[in-house]
């Protein structure tokens, strides 16, 4: 069954193909030793997923949106679904009877604020290509993936591409059909993790170049925590170092530095200017609780992009330009 909230598909600034969860959020003094006790902090349920948090991120600054996923007939199901409501996102919903909706329980160190994530999704909850309908994805500005249910991704974004339309993916591991999905994909911001995975490389500064030559992408590019973001458009690197702040939990963190960058990207800022903005916005986050917690104002971003303490950058001008040489 598929539900959406208007029966007329309107224009939008960006659809969004992929992820959408209930998180429970478990708040622990540090992680948890095997075999021991432990009191708990506090415990929270909260929304999340890859590219339906980044959505609501741009949701919040002004921009519309249409989020397309698929849930079971769960309760969790229905909290998914109500708080896309709240946020004013377009939503297509591919229903699941008798299916269980993604989950995931996260322990927080209230020490450091870095979180372990346990997940589960019922294989159920799958999205076919078939069950996308065209309309939903080129009546967009752009379009947002994740790597989960690729081939339907993948679907998604050969239809962009022939619209003209760009598209972003949000790549943290290497899923089945996921060739086939970056075979259209504009700008690919993965974890830094993925493009080691998928390569057989650790090294960013040979590992982008090399998967923005193989697919064409006008921008490959890696999250990196705290050591921030770095990307390669074909000629240079570009980095932006992380933002220093008082870190409560990092969960989501990277949902929302794809929804700054998307922003970016649609008010046609440069790609330094998209980085630094999607490094603030997604350090911000971070102090805050859950995966969309911490999403502050535009005007409040702006501020501490412009005011705010960096970390320690992880590059160099001199490495990166010496790098950028070998990939010329």
């Known amino acids: 069954m598929v539900s959406h909230m208007e029966n007329e598909i309107g224009f939008v600034d960006l659809a969004g193909v992929g992820l959408n969860a209930t998180d429970t959020v478990i708040r622990v003094p540090h992680f948890p ?9 506090s ?13 609501v991120a741009c949701r919040r600054w002004g921009l519309s949106a249409r989020y397309i996923g698929s849930i079971g007939d769960d309760d969790a199901g229905k909290f998914q679904q109500q708080e896309l409501e709240l946020e004013g996102v ?21 020490s450091t ?23 939903w994805i080129v009546r967009a500005r752009l379009l947002h993936v994740d790597g989960h249910d690729a081939h339907a991704a993948a679907q998604a974004a050969r239809w ?29 911001l993965g974890t830094a993790e993925f493009p080691a995975r998928f390569l057989g490389e650790d090294d960013l500064l040979k590992t982008l170049p090399l998967l923005a030559a193989r697919y064409r992408c006008r921008l ?17 690197f570009h980095y932006a170092p ?12 990277g949902d929302i530095f794809h929804g700054g960058f998307i922003y970016g990207i649609l008010a046609g800022w440069d790609i330094d200017r998209c980085l630094e903005f999607a490094c603030a916005a997604a350090g911000l986050n971070s102090t805050r609780i859950g995966a969309r917690g911490g999403i502050f104002p535009m005007n409040e971003i702006l501020q501490f ?17 010496q790098a950028a040489a070998r990939n010329g």
């Open 220 to 236: 490959a590019g890696a999250t990196m925590g705290s050591r921030g973001a770095l990307a390669w458009d074909g000629k240079r």
């Open 160 to 188: 962009a591409r022939e619209a003209g339309i760009p598209v972003t993916a949000d790549m943290d591991n290497v899923y089945p059909g996921a060739e086939e999905l970056l075979e259209s994909v504009d700008y690919l």
């Open 305 to 321: 992009a412009r005011t705010g303490q960096r970390r320690e950058a992880a590059f160099s001008p001199e490495a990166l330009g």
């Open 90 to 110: 377009e939503a297509h919903w591919i229903v699941v009877p008798g299916a269980r909706s993604q989950f995931a329980y996260i322990l927080v160190d209230e």
């Open 113 to 135: 604020g870095e979180r372990t994530i346990l997940w589960g999704r019922d294989p159920a909850i799958e999205i076919r290509p078939e069950q996308i309908e065209r309309e």
């Open 242 to 253: 992380a933002f220093l702040v008082d870190t409560v939990d990092t969960t989501g963190a």
């Open 33 to 41: 030793a095997f075999d021991s006790k432990m009191h708990v902090g």
């Open 43 to 55: 415990v929270e349920r909260q929304a999340g997923g890859q590219v339906a948090s980044a959505l």
